[in-house]
C-alpha cells in the first residue's frame, strides 16, 4: 500500500477520442511522474510535474499532456487516440525533486479500439 | 544516451535458494541512481532498493542486495532465500539529473516450491 490511487483502474476507448487518466498522490507530494508500459514492456517515462508546473518529458508527442493540481492530485490526458496508446498508465509520487524513492500507484489498464 | 539492459527474460529459482538478476547500464552523466522494482501481476510496481552513483558500499535491504560494478556499469539484484511471493516481473531502472527514469524491459522470476 504506497497511499497513491489511480482511476480509473480500466478503461475501453475507441480511435480518435480523448481520455483523461488521475492520480492521487501522497499528502505532501510535490513531484508526480506519469509513465506508459506497453504489454510485456518495462514503463516509458512521459513526463513530470513539479508544483503544478512540468520538469520533464519524455519522447512522447504533444497530444499526451498533463496538469498537477495544489491537492496533490494529477491528470494526464490523451487526445486522439491510436491503438498502440493500449497499456498500463503509472503515476508515481515523491516528496521532492531527486528524491529516491518513487511511490507507484497500481495504473490505469486503458484499451483502445 | 541513457539505456538499461536487463538479459534474462525469464528465471526460475527454487524456494528457499539464492538468485541474481542481471541489469547493466549506460550513461555519460557522473551523477544517476540504480533502482530495482518488482511488479507482481497486479501491476503495481514496488520499490525494492536503491544504490547511488557515488554510495561507496553495495546497497541492502533485507532480503535484497544491490551488487553494484561501477567500471562495469552493472548493478545486478540478489535475492537471498527465494519464497514464492518473490514471483514477478522484476524491473532495473536509472535515473539522471534530468529527472527521466529509464527503466529496462524486465525479467521474469519463478520461485519454484
Known amino acids: 500500500e504506497t497511499g497513491v490511487t489511480q482511476s480509473p483502474t480500466h478503461l475501453i476507448k475507441t480511435r480518435g477520442q480523448q481520455v483523461t487518466l488521475r492520480c492521487s498522490s501522497q499528502?505532501?507530494?510535490?513531484?508526480v511522474s506519469w509513465y506508459q508500459q506497453a504489454l510485456g514492456q518495462g514503463p516509458q517515462f512521459i513526463f513530470q510535474?513539479?508544483?503544478?508546473?512540468?520538469?520533464g518529458r519524455g519522447n512522447f508527442p504533444p497530444r499526451f499532456s498533463g496538469l498537477q493540481f495544489p491537492n496533490y492530485s494529477s491528470e494526464l490526458n490523451v487526445n486522439a487516440l491510436e491503438l498502440d496508446d493500449s497499456a498500463l498508465y503509472l503515476c508515481?509520487?515523491?516528496?521532492?525533486?531527486?528524491?529516491?524513492?518513487?511511490?507507484f500507484g497500481p495504473g490505469t489498464r486503458l484499451l483502445v479500439l | 544516451a541513457q539505456k538499461i539492459t536487463q538479459t534474462q527474460p525469464g528465471m526460475f529459482v527454487q524456494e528457499k535458494e539464492a538468485v541474481t538478476l542481471d541489469c547493466t547500464y549506460d550513461t555519460s552523466d557522473p551523477s544517476y541512481g540504480l533502482f530495482w522494482y518488482k511488479q507482481p501481476s497486479s501491476g503495481e510496481m514496488i520499490f525494492l532498493i536503491y544504490?547511488?552513483?557515488?554510495?561507496?558500499q553495495n546497497a541492502t535491504e533485507g532480503r535484497y542486495s544491490l551488487n553494484f560494478q561501477k567500471a562495469r556499469k552493472s548493478a545486478n539484484l540478489v535475492i537471498s532465500a527465494s519464497q514464492l511471493g518473490d514471483s514477478a516481473m522484476y524491473f532495473c531502472?536509472?535515473?539522471?539529473?534530468?529527472?527521466?527514469?529509464?527503466f529496462g524491459a524486465g525479467t521474469r522470476l519463478t520461485v519454484k516450491p
Open positions: 499528502s505532501g507530494h510535490n513531484t
Open positions: 531502472a536509472m535515473s539522471t539529473d534530468n529527472n527521466d527514469m529509464r
Open positions: 508515481a509520487s515523491s516528496r521532492e525533486l531527486g528524491e529516491e524513492t518513487q511511490y
Open positions: 510535474y513539479y508544483r503544478e508546473e512540468e520538469n
Open positions: 544504490q547511488g552513483s557515488y554510495d561507496q
